[in-house]
């Protein structure tokens, strides 16, 4: 697989010509609230008394959480996963993490208990929430998203999925994406304005949200190949994760034709049971998914592939070598911006986080 081809001049143009990049790496719309005028009676009869004084009324949709709201779940998601990591125990993460949260954190403790190098690369969502991105869409199940800071990291940033089921439900949160550097984020309304949910089969963008997440799990899989089109703008993740591949590929098969030795092939799958949407205010959408992959090793027949010594790869394997095969899963939230159908731009990745779940072999 090569590393993803420069993207079309198009979407250079589209950069110089945006606003700047805002302090906290997204732009906050200008939109406020428009409060509605009362008509005052006319005719020579008495003037009634005034009515008892009521709230302004919007012009448009408002949101349906708040600020206050989305700072406090965000509090509270980040004491659950920091409660659960200490404890190692994936109940802990209730009552505020859910879904694949939950499936990869759970793999990750069983993991450091045999390495405990593992419990460095845990994503831990921070508890200041920087940007929210508030709803205005009333139904259920209900979306938001929201840009948290890293607790350890200044300038690190995730995108934290939450949602609410119905009415009696709190908001959770399935999964948060690192953001991307390097990349301008899209533009979004004011927390006072709030945006619209975008449903995974919105056909008003440049490729619906469903279409738009398995293209990128194909360009992750496959490479270039896989858009030839160019539909999808580069991104620190894949580049990073295709990179490996090949410095793998290379050292697998050291002093060999390529692949005489073993051969490597990672595949990626969308779970289709986790989405979350939010339009942004050129018309576009921020959306996150979740992604599964498996990174196979195949170890051609008569070859043994060994580590010298023991790391927290082969201490979660059981094994220093292999002659079949060595297989690693992943999961891995993501965030992309989408815009809408008529724009002169590509897809753009702009959120990734990677937990490794299992590793065996033999």
């Not at 869409?137 to 840009?147: D, E, M, N, V, W």
């Not at 991307?180 to 533009?187: N, Q, V």
């Not at 975008?198 to 469903?210: H, I, N, W, Y």
């Not at 002093?255 to 339009?279: P, S």
């Amino acid at each position: 697989m090569s590393t993803r081809r420069l993207h079309r001049t198009a979407w250079k143009d589209h950069q110089m010509t945006s606003r700047p990049v805002a302090r906290r790496g997204l732009l906050i719309g200008a939109g406020s609230l428009l409060a509605g005028s009362v008509l005052a009676a006319c005719g020579s009869d008495p003037e009634p008394p005034p009515a008892p004084p009521q709230g302004p009324k919007a012009s448009e949709p408002t949101p349906v959480n708040t600020t206050e709201q989305l700072t406090t779940v965000v509090k509270e998601v980040n004491a659950d996963v920091v409660q659960a990591d200490t404890s190692l125990k994936s109940e802990e993460l209730a009552p505020r993490v859910s879904g694949s949260a939950v499936h990869f954190r759970k793999a990750a403790y069983a993991m450091i208990e045999k390495a405990e190098e593992w419990k460095d690369y845990l994503d831990v969502p921070g508890a200041e929430l920087a940007v929210p991105l508030t709803t205005v869409t009333a139904g259920f199940p209900r979306s938001s998203i929201a840009l948290v800071q890293d607790p350890e990291q200044d300038g690190v940033r995730h995108f934290v999925a939450l949602q609410q089921v119905d009415a009696r439900s709190p908001y959770t949160s399935w999964g948060w994406a690192r953001q991307l550097g390097g990349i301008e984020m899209p533009s979004v309304s004011d927390a006072r304005v709030g945006a619209e949910n975008v449903a995974v089969d919105a056909d008003d963008l440049l490729m619906t949200p469903a279409k738009a997440l398995e293209l990128y799990a194909k360009v992750l899989t496959d490479g270039d190949k896989a858009d030839p089109d160019d539909v999808l703008a580069d991104d620190p993740f894949t580049t990073t994760r295709h990179e490996q591949i090949q410095g793998e590929r290379k050292d697998l098969n050291a002093g060999v034709e390529k692949d005489e030795a073993a051969t490597i092939r990672e595949t990626y799958a969308v779970h289709d049971k986790e989405f979350v949407g939010l339009r942004t205010d050129d018309g576009g959408a921020i959306v996150m998914g979740t992604l599964k992959s498996t990174r196979t090793v195949t170890v051609q027949d008569g070859a043994t592939m060994r580590y010298t010594e023991d790391n927290q790869y082969t201490e979660v394997a059981g094994t220093k070598e292999f002659t079949d095969e060595y297989l690693r899963t992943y999961g891995t939230h993501v965030a992309l911006y989408i815009p809408p159908r008529d724009a002169d731009a590509p897809i753009q990745p702009i959120g990734a986080s990677l937990t490794t779940l299992t590793v065996t072999g033999q």
